[in-house]
């Protein structure tokens, strides 16, 4: 295809709203697979993160969209249009990595305006757009600092406002907090939802291995797990019913308990379990109210319990041994041991909080113990 | 701090003096006094003059001094030119054509110059491509003999420099040539000129080569100043060899101030 024809493409292409598409999109390096036959739908205003260990694939997927690895098999679409052979800087895409990648022999209103110049913006309009994407970090008045005179989180914004200036329809971003410390990394964070409250039709994808940013900004999140794609959804979703143990664990911490299903619950969508201590043997005289379906009575199954949602009741519950008390400020975090499982408990902070050694009642609502894989379709 | 003892320090600074005085300096002090010098029969130089500069600096003498320049110049650009593109595509190839690349510019470093001379006699000397007898033998040589020192600076360079920044320009829309000019020779640029310093010093020095190779209408500075020093005149030679040494020194610091530039932008 001409040069021409291209940009008559790519012209067209802009004006559809931009999803991202993966279709079984694989990449290996070296007869090592770094990323394995991922599918997935970004949708267009979207903001997806993309959140995994170390090596799990996450920022080999964003790089594919860059255009910065070739897929060994499997098709990228941005905005409905096959963009897997196109070469990165004909994608349109702004992306923001970990290090920034500030040039750092330029001023920062030359590093904004790179973009500009490469996509051959008419040259009285470059100084505004500039001023415009600056302002939009906050970074105006450092136009004509160098990148080295910049702090770690100054840098970033410009980083940002390089990658806004050319006014991309896709914003890939890989990791671009985990250089900062938790104070500017909180506030980064607050900046980077305000940006898209005020640019809704920006798609974001965002690499990160961080819970807290994801939960934080995403609409939805892709789980990553050696190279796959383990499991998508709303962040409500995922942390109210992981589909497995891992991204119960990866996604905000939980007590996984295994339990045997003894019949069904108090209420329709309940089931009644009891919990099997470490030997096999059920362990709770009391059934647990569980929510979940598609297990049948007597088999076994782990349920999920969240920390914080876990209550030191009266006298009802489950009866465990207090291990451990941390005070963290605003909750008193309780190591119990129920049934030979060691249970992670937040409660609000206790005024007479119990001492090791002690016996409480843990209750939790049947809502809130839910069994893994079984909350959720697709 | 390596040695932590402030005597221990003085007595190895000391020592230093001593040792480096009389093998690095006295030798270039000794032609300088003997470039000023109209006899040296004793232990100390006499009839002091400036006559032997007056002669290096007209004549056949200016010829040898500007045919060197020209020479260290051309080769130099030449050999920055190949050596930085040969050092890009080798850091952008193949495990396999980097091996080719780099044993092939090491190469010209491994033989002695002599050996490069003759080749390059023995292959230019019959026509399609007959360059004996012509200046352009001359910076040939140069050429091929600097070449792997541009490659090597480059190449090492080329290696630490993070992709991010060139996969960021892409990503901003920069073609693979702006990327080239905006981005990654900028970046590379105090190695760049790192390269062009050491490639001129090494070019305004070269003699075993261009002995075999050089006409009489092409003649270099270190030509000149064996063929003086050959036939006994060693003030001339010296104040020559001066001239040799403050020519290259001058290109040198005039090139490093691009560098302290390029290096605190």
């Given amino acids: ?378 | 701090m390596l040695v932590p003892s402030r005597t221990a320090r003085r007595v190895i600074h000391l020592l230093f003096l001593v040792a480096f005085v009389p093998v690095f300096a006295l030798p270039f002090a000794v032609i300088v006094v003997a470039s000023f010098a109209g006899a040296w029969s004793g232990a100390l130089p006499s009839h002091p003059t400036l006559g032997n500069y007056a002669a290096a600096t007209s004549g056949d003498s200016l010829h040898a001094l500007l045919t060197s320049l020209i020479t260290a110049v051309a080769a130099s650009l030449i050999a920055l030119t190949v050596g930085t593109w040969a050092a890009l595509a080798a850091d952008a190839a193949g495990r396999g054509l980097r091996r080719v690349l780099d044993g092939a510019f090491v190469l010209p470093v491994a033989v002695p110059s002599v050996v490069v001379g003759l080749g390059l006699l023995v292959a230019f000397s019959k026509p399609p491509l007959l360059l004996n007898g012509t200046p352009a033998i001359v910076i040939a040589a140069h050429t091929v003999l600097v070449t792997a020192f541009a490659y090597q600076s480059v190449r090492a360079a080329a290696t630490r420099l993070d992709p991010a920044f060139a996969q960021a320009a892409a990503g901003l829309g920069a073609t693979p040539l702006r990327v080239l000019l905006r981005i990654r020779l900028p970046l590379l640029l105090p190695s760049l000129t790192a390269a062009a310093g050491l490639c001129f010093a090494l070019s305004m020095g070269e003699l075993s080569a261009t002995m075999m190779l050089y006409p009489p209408s092409w003649t270099p500075l270190p030509i000149r100043i064996f063929a003086l020093t050959d036939r006994g005149s060693l003030f001339s030679g010296a104040a020559l060899a001066v001239l040799l040494m403050a020519a290259t020194l001058a290109v040198l610091l005039a090139v490093g101030r691009i560098r302290t530039r390029a290096d605190h932008r």
């Fill in chain 1, 1 to 378: 295809m001409t040069a021409l024809a291209d940009s008559a493409v790519e012209a067209a292409a802009a004006e559809q709203p931009a999803g991202i598409r993966f279709e079984d999109v694989t990449v290996s390096y070296h007869g090592t697979t770094v990323l394995d036959g991922l599918t997935l739908d970004v949708r267009p205003g979207e903001v997806m993160a993309l959140l995994g260990p170390s090596g799990s694939g996450k920022t080999t997927a964003l790089r594919s969209v860059a255009g910065f690895v070739e897929p060994e098999r499997g098709r990228i679409h941005l905005a409905g249009r096959d963009i897997t052979e196109l070469p990165p800087h004909r994608r349109g895409i702004g992306m923001v990595v970990q290090s920034y990648a500030l040039f750092p022999h330029m001023r920062v209103d030359q590093n904004v305006a790179f973009g500009l110049q490469a996509q051959r913006v008419p040259r009285a309009e470059i100084p505004a757009r500039v001023a415009d994407a600056l302002g939009k970090v906050g970074m105006a008045d450092y136009a004509r600092r160098h990148p080295r005179e910049l702090s770690g989180g100054q840098q970033q914004r410009v980083a940002i406002a390089r990658a806004l200036a050319i006014r991309p329809r896709v914003l890939l971003l890989d990791e671009p907090l985990s250089a900062l410390d938790a104070q500017l990394r909180t506030g980064m964070l607050a900046e980077l939802a305000r940006l898209h409250r005020e640019l809704p039709e920006l798609t974001i994808l965002y690499v990160t291995h961080d819970q807290i940013e994801a939960l934080t900004l995403a609409d939805r999140i892709g789980v990553m797990r050696d190279a796959k794609l383990v499991d998508c959804g709303t962040a409500e979703e995922l942390y109210r019913a992981p589909r497995d143990e891992f991204v119960a664990r990866f996604l905000g911490g939980a007590n996984l308990l295994p339990v045997r299903i003894v019949g069904d619950g108090p209420r329709a969508g309940t089931l009644a379990a009891a919990l099997v201590g470490p030997d096999g043997v059920d362990a709770s005289a009391e059934p647990l109210a569980v929510t979940g379906g598609g297990v049948a009575a007597g088999e076994r199954a782990l349920v999920c319990v969240r920390p914080h949602l876990l209550r030191l009741a009266g006298d009802a519950g489950l009866p465990g041994t207090v291990v451990e008390v941390q005070w963290r400020g605003a909750v008193h975090r309780l190591t119990v041991d129920v049934a030979g499982h060691a249970v992670t408990v937040d409660a609000p902070e206790l005024k007479a909080p119990p001492a090791p050694g002690e016996t409480v009642r843990l209750s939790v609502a049947a809502e809130d113990a839910v069994l893994l894989g079984s909350g959720r379709r697709g």
